[in-house]
């Protein structure tokens, strides 16, 4: 997947794929990785690939995306059928797509923050029951999930590594298919999937294994159930198009942080975060298509909320004043016509109504970030060390007596995460207020986004956009033993974890092989762990169940049973991993967590 090329809308890729025929489609893959080599030139809303000294593929992208067949176009003697057109659409990001001629809304930019973090599109409930019982999916929408899950059920059953051009292409197609019966969220999963599968196989330095299995295990999980949903539940598997505001009349808000955004979806941005006088979280957001250039420098965009002049950088540090204001569920502000907003005086960290967001206890925050609420945590912590991880250092900290490991949000070198991270290291022993995204896990863990200036009182660093200087840095003080210590991840749910994820870059055959299932359900059932050891079983038993007709012949695999045998697995382990979260944390989740904060 190459950032210099325009988005293409998923439906532009499946037409040019399917239009090829199954000599050139063998060819597909290899033309892919040739074109990734060849140079582009943008001019305007054109983008031009030298295929070769006397061929170019043009790409014509109004509005920033690729939304028809005839907006792609070739100079070779093959064109319009030719091999060069559905390389490029496949070779390029995955757009947006239009939304369904039949749906009441256009579609909304994505939430960008909740894409980056979980991968997972944004939905709200819309069942409700008629008088012949409770709603049920049509047929075509049944249908269309059946075809979605059908199409990443042969991704898995491949693995990213043998899921080439023309796979991608049908996952595509039944996105697109999805988009038009009114499913958009199974839409928006098949979509992160393509773009996951893809910055796998280009080694993109952004490709993380687990958000391709979490993607999986969302669009699977989505298709599998949505046909046999009714009412409310329905309403949450359909998604929504465009995302609902609401008025909220006028609101003061100071400034906390902002964020760099860049997803796996190919958009990019800043999100700047602000709090009201009652503590509730609000969001100014300016994400599009585009890749790290546009993350690291959207923090110096003006604010596109009323007739403010302020930039995402100015406004986490000052306030403002909306009157008018249109708010989503998940807090994020609206820029209608009607709103109008100035700038105002913003507070620091440790003065009112910001204090407050730090004076609730690390566990509830967790809980209710493990309830479903925003996944930001307000913490003070004292740093301890760092830790090395395969992913990268880690920085060790301790927060009310629990030690916790703090990893940067981005990997990308054009956003100073790491540099930031690797500096904070000479800073041990200094007590910070810090802004940090919980990551579920056996262990307390968190990404840092901001943090307070280590040597400048009641200034504040955003660590995505901010770079740190040594000089910044107060001299590391000692720490005891016991604070510094961190915990390895030694849960043994690792067992059935690491077979869910074997499957993702290797398929079922790698799962087929593998040895020692025995052995590990074993251990499994002997830690206590009897439904995991079960799942690993049938885990197993699936991806090397291959039967044989009359004449000894291998019949396909069973790819819907594989599938559904992967997702059990994925499911329990996410669960499994939340309870241990949250006794990491002490917090107390379920009915009795405290209510989330709007």
């Excluded at 030719?82 to 070779?91: D, K, M, Q, V």
């Excluded at 599998?224 to 006028?250: C, K, N, W």
């Excluded at 301790?398 to 949000?409: M, S």
Aim: with cysteine; charged share 20%; proline share 7%.
């Amino acid at each position: 997947m190459s950032p210099d090329l325009p988005p293409v809308v998923p439906s532009v890729t499946a037409e040019l794929v399917g239009a090829l025929s199954p000599r050139l489609r063998k060819r597909l893959d290899a033309a892919v990785t040739k074109l990734l080599t060849r140079p582009a030139t943008r001019d305007g809303d054109t983008v031009r690939i030298a295929v070769d000294e006397g061929t170019d593929v043009v790409l014509h992208a109004p509005g920033g995306a690729v939304t028809g067949v005839d907006a792609v176009r070739c100079g070779c003697l093959l064109a319009p059928d030719c091999l060069h057109r559905a390389a490029a659409a496949s070779a390029a990001p995955v757009a947006d797509d239009a939304p369904a001629s039949g749906l009441a809304d256009a579609p909304d930019v994505p939430d960008a923050t909740a894409q980056a973090t979980t991968g997972k599109p944004e939905v709200r409930p819309g069942g409700s029951a008629g008088e012949s019982g409770p709603e049920t999916a049509t047929t075509a929408q049944q249908d269309a999930a059946r075809a979605v899950f059908d199409a990443a059920a042969a991704v898995l059953e491949t693995g990213a590594d043998g899921a080439g051009a023309v796979l991608q292409a049908e996952l595509l197609h039944a996105a697109h298919t999805a988009r038009l019966a009114g499913l958009p969220r199974a839409s928006a999963a098949a979509v992160s999937v393509v773009t996951a599968v893809r910055a796998a196989r280009s080694a993109d330095p952004g490709y993380r294994l687990t958000g391709l299995a979490g993607a999986l295990a969302d669009v699977l999980s989505v298709a599998h159930r949505l046909p046999h949903a009714t009412g409310p539940d329905l309403g949450e598997l359909r998604g929504t198009v465009r995302r609902p505001y609401r008025p909220d009349g006028s609101v003061r808000l100071y400034g906390i942080f902002s964020e760099p955004v860049l997803t796996a979806t190919g958009y990019a941005g800043a999100v700047t975060w602000t709090a009201d006088a009652d503590g509730r979280l609000f969001t100014v957001s300016d994400v599009a298509p585009g890749g790290a250039s546009r993350a690291s420098g959207a923090a110096d965009r003006t604010v596109r909320i009323g007739d403010t002049a302020l930039t995402h950088r100015e406004l986490s540090r000052a306030g403002l004043a909306v009157s008018g204001a249109t708010v989503s569920p998940d807090g994020r502000l609206g820029a209608g016509a009607g709103v109008r907003a100035v700038r105002a005086s913003g507070v620091a960290w440790r003065d009112d109504p910001l204090d407050r967001l730090w004076a609730v206890p690390a566990a509830e925050q967790v809980a209710r970030a493990l309830g479903g609420a925003r996944d930001l945590l307000f913490l003070e912590v004292t740093l301890t060390g760092t830790v090395r991880e395969t992913a990268g250092d880690c920085l060790l900290a301790d927060c009310e007596g629990v030690p916790l490991r703090l990893a940067g949000a981005h990997d990308d070198p054009a956003l100073p995460c790491r540099d930031n991270l690797r500096l904070l290291a000479a800073a041990r022993g200094s007590r910070l207020r810090i802004v940090a995204r919980l990551v579920p896990g056996p262990y307390p863990r968190a990404q840092l986004l901001a943090i307070e200036h280590p040597a400048g009182p009641g200034a504040r660093v955003d660590l995505g956009l901010d770079r740190l200087q040594r000089a910044d840095l107060p001299p590391a003080a000692p720490v005891p033993p016991a604070a510094a210590a961190g915990t390895g991840d030694e849960a043994p749910l690792h067992l059935l974890r690491r077979r869910v994820h074997q499957a993702v870059p290797g398929g079922r055959r790698v799962l087929a092989l593998a040895g020692n299932a025995p052995g590990d359900a074993a251990g499994l059932r002997r830690l206590g762990l009897a439904t995991a050891a079960g799942l690993l079983e049938d885990l197993h038993d699936a991806a090397a169940d291959r039967t044989r007709d009359h004449f000894g012949r291998l019949l396909p695999a069973d790819r819907g049973r594989f599938a559904r045998s992967w997702l059990a697995a994925a499911l329990y382990t996410g669960l499994v991993e939340e309870a241990l979260c949250a006794h990491a944390w002490g917090a107390v989740t379920g009915e009795e967590a405290a209510p989330a904060r709007t």
